[in-house]
């Protein structure tokens, strides 16, 4: 069955960075689009960034461009976030999910705090 | 302010139908891009419901159905059953913000 477990999330102050890692098992990492996803707390979904199997198409959403890197390494299927200059508003639990249209499997969760 | 528009709460009674409305535009929704639904059970990570606007994935029982009309979609819950207090969230891809959206979710209380 499909495993993603996040992890990497911790707290942070304001401009500082960190790094979100998500083992993936279960199904043929390779090919697939990742995605990571997260939800502020109290708050809604967005949709952060997506990577393609080969890792040659990449988008952020605008509220992390510039600051966010998303990379996998197929070969021990992993998917990764580095996120730099971060922000208060980037505090929620970030997700990895399988896929670029649609989530079809999420993990767990990692919560990332950005507060001085 | 979420793109997809979804009422804040329903509820219903147990045994009773539900349905949950996602509204979007012609830049989402209304330029045929598909509709996808999660549930969110409070503590929990979401999970897929339906997807490409009437989809179940295998394991989600059938009294979850969904439908899309013009430049909205619904979900609808048949038989409902105290374990579907949840979230539920809708999601398409808009094409003048170039990315996946999401509605602003809605919480779901069985009477």
């Known amino acids: 069955q499909v495993q993603l477990v996040e992890s990497g999330g911790g707290l942070v102050k304001p401009g500082g960075s960190l790094r979100l890692s998500c083992a993936a098992s279960?199904?043929?990492?390779?090919?697939?689009?990742m995605s990571w996803i997260r939800q502020a707390p109290a708050k809604g979904l967005e949709w952060v960034s997506y990577?393609?199997?080969?890792?040659?198409?990449?988008y952020y959403a605008d509220s992390v461009k510039g600051r966010f890197t998303i990379s996998r390494d197929n070969a021990k299927n992993s998917l990764s976030l580095q996120m730099d200059s971060l922000r208060a508003e980037d505090t929620a639990v970030y997700y990895c999910?399988?896929?670029?249209?649609?989530?079809?499997?999420w993990g767990q969760g990692t919560l990332v705090t950005v507060s001085s | 302010q979420s793109v997809l528009t979804q009422p804040p709460s329903v509820s219903g009674a147990s045994g009773q139908r539900v349905t949950i409305s996602c509204t979007g535009s012609s830049s989402n929704i209304g330029a045929g891009y598909d509709v996808h639904w999660y549930q969110q059970i409070p503590g929990t990570a979401p999970k897929l419901l339906i997807f490409g606007n009437t989809n179940r994935p295998s394991g989600v029982p059938d009294r979850f159905s969904g439908s899309k009309s013009g430049t909205s979609a619904s979900l609808a819950i048949t038989g409902l059953q105290a374990e579907d207090e949840a979230d539920y969230y809708c999601?398409?891809?808009?094409?003048?913000?170039?990315?996946?959206?999401f509605g602003g979710g809605t919480q779901l209380t069985v009477l």
């Open positions: 999910a399988k896929g670029y249209k649609y989530g079809s499997n």
């Open positions: 990577i393609s199997s080969s890792g040659s198409t990449i």
């Open positions: 999601q398409s891809y808009d094409s003048s913000l170039s990315g996946a959206v």
């Open positions: 279960g199904f043929s990492f390779s090919d697939f689009y």
